[in-house]
């Protein structure tokens, strides 16, 4: 029997988190589903732990699957060949599939046979509870059958993960291999926008589906210049492949907006970097911003004005827009006001985890 839907798991290295994320997957798998978990050559006990999971198991649908570590990218492409269901649902193995997760997917599936499936989540903060919250997605009610509208909403919602986005196999198939790009971050931003242009209906289920973890770790060890470049180098790629199925006026507005958020989000997030790399790192993922947007920023700009842009924060765009102006004239008080800004958020956060770390330490 071909699975209704294959839930894969790109694992390395997770070895506290691994046997949990399986575990709420294991819970709710019925014989119509499989679970496929490929480790990327972990080097701590996170095989380990699989093996023992899978072998407790009675059933032939879990696998576990080893391949030489290559990256998250790789392992995302592995887990897509070793997929056997009508639908892939990415489980990040940090992360948790809540209760009842895929009976609404089942369900959503047996009424409408969408080609995506889009649903709400929580950020996640295990060691702070009260800044856990839930992240709805906003689209229209119903199945959606527009594949403009569809790519305009999704772009709209500026939620690039490809987790949250349960997708027909046979869409993943329609896009030359390997589907993410390797050896890099933010492939879920070069992949995510081709796979949804290439959809005819989606459905958004209006229930959280997965917790997406917020780890206890320093900003200072996820920021880097490779990360930010990355970002860079992830921009051409959906913008080539939206630019080849000839788009309208109306999505690559959808797209410079959705690009310009992420954009501003990674330069406030460079000024982490000492000072020269931030330099260089800003001047290079500026270039490949600019190149990689349809129109200018005045075009933009007065899009957002005239509501020619769908937003589902239009207070939230107008001040992104300010921002970006100062980012890309070169605003002198802007660039004062981020450094000072991310040193202090900085040592902030590294106050905190150390404080969390000598909690945990002392029970």
């Known amino acids: 029997m071909t699975p209704t839907i294959s839930i894969v798991i790109p694992a390395y290295n997770v070895q506290p988190y691994i046997e949990q994320c399986v575990r709420s997957a294991l819970g709710q798998l019925r014989e119509h589903h499989e679970l496929v978990v490929v480790d990327d050559g972990s080097t701590d006990n996170t095989l380990a732990l699989l093996t023992k999971l899978q072998e407790s198991w009675p059933h032939p649908n879990f696998r576990v699957q080893t391949q030489a570590n290559q990256g998250i990218?790789?392992?995302?492409?592995?887990?897509?060949?070793?997929a056997r269901g009508d639908y892939i649902a990415f489980l990040d193995s940090d992360d948790v599939l809540c209760d009842g997760a895929l009976e609404h997917l089942?369900?959503?599936?047996?009424?409408?046979?969408?080609?995506?499936?889009?649903?709400?989540?929580?950020?996640?903060?295990?060691?702070?509870?009260?800044?856990?919250?839930?992240?709805?997605?906003v689209y229209p009610a119903g199945v959606m059958r527009d594949p403009e509208a569809i790519l305009i909403n999704f772009m709209a919602n500026r939620h690039m993960y490809v987790w949250a986005h349960v997708i027909r196999r046979d869409i993943y198939?329609?896009?030359p291999e390997p589907v993410f790009p390797p050896g890099r971050v933010f492939e879920d931003v070069a992949t995510l926008p081709r796979l949804i242009s290439l959809c005819t209906s989606l459905l958004h289920v209006p229930h959280k589906i997965i917790d997406y973890r917020q780890?206890?770790?320093?900003?200072?060890?996820?920021?880097?210049?490779?990360?930010?470049?990355?970002?860079?180098?992830?921009l051409p790629v959906p913008r080539q492949f939206l630019q080849q199925r000839a788009v309208s006026v109306a999505v690559q507005r959808q797209f410079d907006m959705m690009t310009a958020h992420f954009y501003l989000s990674l330069v406030k997030s460079s000024y982490q970097l000492p000072h020269a790399i931030g330099q260089r790192t800003r001047a290079a993922i500026q270039a490949s911003f600019v190149a990689n947007q349809f129109g200018d920023y005045a075009s933009l700009l007065a899009a957002s004005r005239a509501g020619q842009v769908l937003s589902k924060d239009r207070a939230q765009d107008a001040r992104m827009l300010a921002e970006l102006r100062s980012v890309l004239t070169g605003n002198l008080a802007f660039h004062l006001k981020q450094a000072a800004s991310r040193k202090y958020k900085m040592w902030r956060q590294a106050r905190k985890l150390r404080r969390q770390l000598a909690a945990q330490q002392s029970r």
């Open 173 to 175: 198939a329609q896009l």
């Open 215 to 234: 780890h206890l770790t320093s900003i200072t060890q996820s920021i880097s210049a490779k990360w930010c470049l990355d970002f860079a180098a992830a």
């Open 73 to 82: 990218a790789a392992t995302r492409n592995q887990c897509i060949l070793a």
């Open 106 to 137: 089942d369900r959503a599936i047996a009424e409408h046979r969408p080609d995506v499936i889009a649903f709400n989540f929580s950020m996640w903060h295990p060691n702070e509870a009260a800044k856990t919250h839930d992240v709805g997605l």
